[in-house]
């Protein structure tokens, strides 16, 4: 033991597995843990040595971005390049993930598909009781990412996700193995069928899951996307991080390609950046009271109009403006597609702000003179 690490006694034994092991509690002086730099699988959205979670609504898109993230890295298109275990309970591995990896352009070789087998069964490992089995593929591979989609599958029976102290106590030994092997574990979520725009609220079961990660990433619908509920459109939005600001907003397309297996062609889905985002996590999770209320979406758009009839205008002013109007921010952000309100990043300008105007913004939109 180091000279400052203190035992404290009694021990306790915890049972997984069927196996009980005993822990003893100690303690150590801030001057004995080295500090040191994080370092991202995904720049300033997934981080190696904890837990992410990204959430959304069922059929959005969380999987397909999943498999993106895990191509991605498997074929060395991010900073890092290294093998990936998927642990996944809902889509079939040979009919969906792995024709969705081949048109992501994933190097197979490197990307695992973590299970047990018992009697000639294949089951979806659980959490935590199959933490040392995980572990032990992890060593055997040198795994450095892997995701578990979605975790209300794989976790074991009678951990209560509504509970708070059960969810946290479920994910510790997990937490601890992205430490330990300085991992980067993607968890699924889906959200619950509430009706509040705080995301890390909405996130299905306890408060303890985004508690226990490290970065919050949240999956929805781009507010912009012509088509509505239908269309094709998505965004990215960063919720929570425990190393500061959070992330810029980016915008996904879904879309279709054909994939050559060894039997036949195969049409499946994929999804691909494009570009920034303007909407945070609560605007993606804004209900659609709007047809309830006719009068203030159609006061919203009118007031956009208005504002933005001599030219574009930061977003910041715009919202400024419509708060003096007494209209919600929401739901002029809403009123934007309906309007014909585009939005744009200023070009030439690091940091620059979100350009607010009445039809196409031009490639070389600059600043409005204040």
């Known amino acids: 033991m180091h000279p400052s690490e203190v035992a404290i006694e009694p021990t306790r034994s915890i049972a997984a597995g069927g196996a ?201 619908r781009d507010p912009d996307d012509p088509e509505g509920t239908s269309g094709s459109q998505r965004v990215l939005a960063h919720v929570k991080s425990n190393f500061g600001q959070l992330a810029e907003s980016e915008a996904y397309r879904i879309g279709s390609a054909k994939v050559e297996s060894w039997l036949e062609e195969m049409t499946v889905a994929y999804i691909v950046e494009a570009g920034p985002s303007p909407y945070r996590g609560s605007d993606l999770l804004v209900a659609g009271h709007e047809a309830d209320q006719p009068g203030v979406m159609q006061e919203a758009v009118a007031f956009l109009k208005a504002v933005l009839s001599e030219g574009s205008r930061p977003a910041s002013e715009v919202e400024a403006e419509a708060e003096q109007a007494g209209l919600p921010w929401d739901t002029v952000k809403r009123a934007k597609r309906r309007a014909g309100v585009t939005a744009r990043k200023q070009r030439g300008v690091a940091n620059g702000p979100w350009l607010w105007q009445l039809g196409e913004l031009p490639a070389s939109a600059e600043q409005p003179a204040a």
């Open 20 to 220: 009980s092991r005993r822990y003893k509690a100690v303690s150590r002086t801030a001057m004995d843990i080295t500090p040191r730099h994080v370092e991202w699988l995904l720049p300033g959205l997934i981080p190696f040595g904890g837990l992410t979670v990204l959430a959304g609504q069922p059929g959005l898109g969380k999987s397909l971005l999943t498999v993106k993230i895990a191509a991605d890295f498997s074929a060395g298109r991010l900073a890092e390049q290294g093998a990936v275990l998927m642990l996944t309970a809902e889509d079939p591995a040979a009919e969906v993930v792995v024709p969705r990896l081949m048109a992501a352009r994933a190097k197979l070789t490197s990307i695992r598909f973590a299970e047990l087998e018992e009697d000639y069964m294949s089951m979806p490992l659980r959490l935590p009781a199959d933490i040392e089995s995980l572990d032990q593929i992890v060593r055997e591979h040198n795994a450095r990412l892997i995701v578990i989609d979605p975790l209300s599958a794989h976790l074991t029976t009678g951990v209560d996700s509504f509970k708070d102290q059960s969810i946290r106590e479920a994910l510790a030994p997990l937490a601890a193995l992205a430490d330990t092997r300085h991992l980067a574990i993607v968890l699924v979520a889906h959200l619950n069928k509430g009706l509040g725009t705080d995301p890390l609220h909405r996130l299905g079961g306890s408060i303890g899951l985004p508690a226990a990660a490290r970065s919050v990433l949240l999956l929805g």
